[in-house]
């Protein structure tokens, strides 16, 4: 039973252009969300959160939105650079800060020149 | 700061036998944790621990034990290994629980045959 979950297990942006990385989650008590970024053969590292309180949280050329009522969050990345190819993923936690997570399955971000 | 260390980065074993996997952080975090990152599946949480002498079981710890006798090192024990438990291996740390961002570990990857 996959809690949260990444439908696109890939996404192909130019560069420059808007990157638009979805996620759904089923469980309404996630509390706290969280996108990571990931580079091959390193761990991932934390880009942006957001709580559930909020409905958008802007942090440089990252933005996550939060639809509470459709239990959907989204990273928007504008404008997407070479650099930002990797693989993205959402994750939520219980109401108990931001450690324990579930984590999605990752999206392969490819920004193309 | 060397942040999160991981040893080995890679590791082939046979079924049956017992491993440790290394993990270290030299920030001073109180909160260190285990998952483990399957294709198609995202990360899961294995066994995490809020401070030296206290550890508790996430999302999937059945073949694995660990245990935390110094703030700094969490290593990861498989006492008998099966190939469900190839995968790749990610620790993390963070200063405290509540909403403090996690610091991954580069990964172990384990091949059980």
């Known amino acids: 039973d996959q809690q949260v979950k990444q439908n696109s297990p890939s996404l192909s942006v130019q560069e420059g252009r808007i990157s638009i990385l979805n996620c759904d989650y089923t469980?309404?008590?996630?509390?706290?969300f969280l996108w990571y970024k990931k580079y091959p053969a390193e761990g991932p590292t934390f880009l942006i959160s957001i709580s559930s309180i909020k409905d958008k949280n802007e942090d440089g050329r990252f933005t996550v939105f939060l639809n509470k009522s459709a239990k959907h969050l989204s990273l928007h990345i504008v404008p997407s650079q070479p650099g930002d190819s990797a693989v993205y993923f959402c994750a939520a936690s219980l109401g108990d800060g931001a450690q324990k997570l579930v984590f999605g399955q990752g999206t392969r971000l490819t920004i193309n020149p | 700061n060397a942040g999160v260390t991981q040893t080995p980065k890679f590791q082939v074993l046979k079924t049956g036998q017992s491993m440790t996997l290394q993990c270290a952080q030299d920030m001073n975090h109180e909160y260190m944790s285990w998952y483990r990152q399957d294709p198609g599946m995202g990360l899961r949480l294995i066994h995490y621990s809020v401070g030296a002498g206290i550890t508790d079981q996430g999302e999937v710890p059945n073949g694995y034990n660990v245990s935390r006798s110094t703030t700094e090192d969490f290593p990861l024990r498989l006492l008998s290994a099966a190939p469900s438990q190839t995968s790749v291996y990610f620790c993390a740390s963070s200063y405290s629980t509540g909403y403090n961002e996690q610091f991954f570990g580069p990964g172990t990857r384990l091949t059980v045959l």
């Open positions: 469980n309404s008590m996630f509390d706290y």
